[in-house]
């Protein structure tokens, strides 16, 4: 009964030790593997919103409504 204690215990210890390498063998980290076609998709979905963003406001209120910053930002997304 002792012996099963103390395997119990020494399990218990291996697995807090080790508990990051367990974790990553059953639950892998997904932004370990990400492509340079994912960056560039989600750097283009960002500008994307960024730019709907911007002409929402134009919709709603007019282009008088952007500030100069603004506008400068909505020029530099539509050229790329």
Not at 18 to 31: C, D, S, T
Not at 46 to 67: A, F, M, T, Y
Request: glycine share 4%; hydrophobic share 40%; net charge positive.
């Amino acid at each position: 009964m002792d012996t099963v204690f103390i395997l119990l215990a020494v399990a218990l210890i291996f697995i807090y030790f080790f508990r990051k390498n367990i974790k990553e063998k059953f639950v892998p980290n997904k932004e370990k593997y990400v492509t340079i076609d994912d960056q560039f998709n989600a750097e283009k979905k960002r500008r994307q919103d960024e730019i709907d963003e911007l002409l929402g406001k134009i919709g709603k209120n007019g282009l008088n409504d952007l500030s100069a910053a603004e506008k400068k930002r909505l020029d530099e997304l539509s050229q790329k």
